[in-house]
């Protein structure tokens, strides 16, 4: 997606760009795939209203927006005891006192609870949301007295969703910032953007279609094997062919930097001390009736954590997906992973039965794992004119598509 954002505004600048992907399709960890079908994702995505600069992309390539956008409203079920969560924003009160009324107004927890969560609330739009020092985002909900029952609702499932890093590691200061642009500035800034179709479809074919209107050049499964410095540029070598350019944005993963360490050695210690997360989404098909009673639900004391109903939000009706992240290596097969979250879903709503096939998805390293005290390279680096393109590089933003097409735009601005 960083890739994808720089080539589009490069090429708005009247630049001449040739992008280069290694595999057959573009987007990266946020790509269609085809099964049994139908038109999945190979991990299950949200958005928010705050994504401003991917709505600004989408609108720049000419792709209307095709989203099912829901007003804030986070249920979390407990499969312990069967029990609800809700937080829902108030639709009439101004940013941010539309939260504020959700979280005094929020089902399943205490009034004291509610009351804290409120306070801690203020006291980071007081202080600008920004911490004199990065820490934990465990230790910060510890000192400001959050309760069990609203890290265990709100807060740990909203880390994983958009930091995909367990609470004892994730960065207290880029949650921050989320819950900053989500939930303080606009009321629909805070709003869930789910998409109704595939996120090829709704990325990175709308782009590529702007790049190649427009003049630029998209190369699919041509890998760049080096890429060797010269006295005007670069030199690209793919498996066929040489291709020289004056500048290079590598808009690869962080783990990939190593591949050109032979020609560009200094790259490699940009991130060999990153260490990653995985997301797992599991697809179970059951018959085409079967609804959820929300497009979207959390589930806590599971495996499973954010349960999507993709008849409501795509039109697969019957597909249900679930995502689970930040989780360690499963002992068991897909087969039974598959199983065991069927069976959680069965508990929670009795009127399933058996699914008739499942999918299981697993991104190994879908994040680089969003640490409180992890150092991120800049954009620009040690060998002049080659920029570094990514969501793990310097940003207020983790590794979510609007952090990938954020860095991707900075990229771009320091092409001149």
């Avoid at 639709?91 to 539309?98: C, G, I, Q, T, V």
């Avoid at 590691?169 to 953007?193: E, H, M, P, Y």
Wanted: hydrophobic content about 45%; some cysteine.
């Amino acid at each position: 997606m960083a890739g994808l954002a720089a080539a589009a505004k490069l090429t708005e600048q009247g630049q001449s760009v040739t992008l280069f992907e290694a595999a057959p399709s573009l987007g990266g960890r946020a790509r269609g795939i085809d099964y049994k079908g139908l038109r999945l994702d190979n991990g299950q995505h949200i958005l928010l209203g705050a994504y401003h600069e991917t709505l600004s992309l989408l609108a720049l390539v000419g792709m209307t927006p095709m989203f099912m956008r829901l007003p804030l409203r986070l249920q979390v079920k407990n499969l312990a005891d069967n029990t609800d969560f809700l937080l829902k924003a108030n639709p009439l009160l101004p940013a941010p006192l539309h939260i504020l009324y959700g979280l005094l107004t929020a089902q399943g927890v205490s009034l004291s609870e509610k009351l804290s969560a409120i306070r801690f609330m203020a006291k980071m739009r007081l202080n600008g949301f920004a911490l004199k020092q990065d820490q934990s985002l465990k230790s910060l909900l510890t000192v400001h007295h959050q309760s069990s029952a609203f890290i265990q609702f709100l807060w740990e499932p909203l880390c994983l969703a958009a930091l995909n890093t367990p609470l004892a590691q994730a960065s207290a200061q880029i949650f921050l910032n989320v819950l900053r642009d989500g939930f303080t500035k606009k009321k629909q800034d805070a709003d869930i953007l789910l998409a109704n179709t595939d996120l090829s479809a709704l990325i990175s074919d709308p782009i590529v279609r702007y790049l190649r209107k427009n003049g630029s050049i998209v190369e699919t499964s041509t890998a760049i094997e080096r890429i060797t410095p010269t006295n005007n540029g670069y030199i690209l070598q793919t498996k066929t062919a040489q291709h020289q350019f004056e500048r290079v944005i590598l808009a690869c993963g962080p783990h990939q930097l190593k591949n050109f360490a032979e020609k560009l050695p200094k790259l490699t210690v940009l991130t060999e001390h990153f260490t990653y997360q995985p997301i797992t989404t599991v697809y179970l098909k059951y018959a085409e009736d079967i609804t959820l009673p929300e497009p979207m639900m959390g589930i806590v004391n599971s495996v499973g954590q954010w349960v999507f109903d993709r008849g409501q939000i795509v039109g697969q009706k019957g597909l249900i997906a679930v995502v689970i992240s930040a989780h360690a290596p499963f002992e068991q097969t897909q087969a039974a992973l598959a199983e065991q979250i069927a069976g959680e879903l069965k508990r929670l709503f009795p009127q399933l039965i058996e699914p008739l096939w499942h999918k299981v998805i697993t991104e190994k390293r879908a994040t680089f794992s969003c640490d409180y005290y992890l150092k991120k390279p800049e954009n620009i680096t040690a060998y002049a004119n080659l920029y570094l393109a990514g969501d793990y590089t310097v940003g207020d933003y983790p590794a979510t598509i609007e952090g990938a097409v954020r860095n991707g735009i900075k990229a771009a601005a320091l092409i001149n």
